[in-house]
């Protein structure tokens, strides 16, 4: 558990953040899928910029496991299955005002409509993995 603990205070304040910016708040996240506010636009570029120089970072070779071993990305094929899981993903994300994230911080502040969320995650991901049983293609 110790070596985690780090892991788990970076989820604290990753949560904290987007409670801050209000990346949990249904009224923010339909501004912006309706091109009303794009304050939550510019939080998801500022992650996706991030996001992009650490994984160029990683494949130069400047990351390591804790053991001390070199990670290393795979790429994976699009095909349809990653298509129709971006779209659902994006149809859940529109409808519930939440995503993975997100979810997790308005659990954190209270908010009760999160659960039904994230119970949605759950059975969204329980689906996954029964469909992947038994096609590996996926």
């Not at 400047?62 to 994006?90: D, E, N, P, V």
């Not at 149809?91 to 993975?100: F, T």
């Not at 759950?122 to 038994?134: D, H, S």
């Amino acid at each position: 558990m110790g070596k985690n603990a780090g892991f788990f205070g970076l989820g604290i304040i990753f949560g904290f953040a987007l409670s801050r910016v209000g990346a949990s708040e249904f009224d923010l996240i339909h501004g912006m899928f309706t091109g009303e506010d794009y304050k939550l636009v510019g939080v998801i570029l500022t992650a996706i910029i991030v996001g992009f120089i650490g994984v160029r970072m990683l494949q130069a070779g400047k990351g390591t496991t804790r053991s001390g071993q070199k990670i290393q990305i795979s790429h994976k094929k699009l095909g349809r299955w990653s298509l129709l899981g971006a779209a659902l993903f994006g149809i859940g994300w529109g409808m519930a005002g939440a995503c993975p994230g997100t979810v997790l911080a308005q659990l954190g502040e209270g908010k009760v409509l999160g659960l039904l969320t994230f119970g949605g995650m759950i059975y969204g991901t329980y689906i996954y993995a029964r469909l992947k049983e038994n096609n590996p293609e996926l």
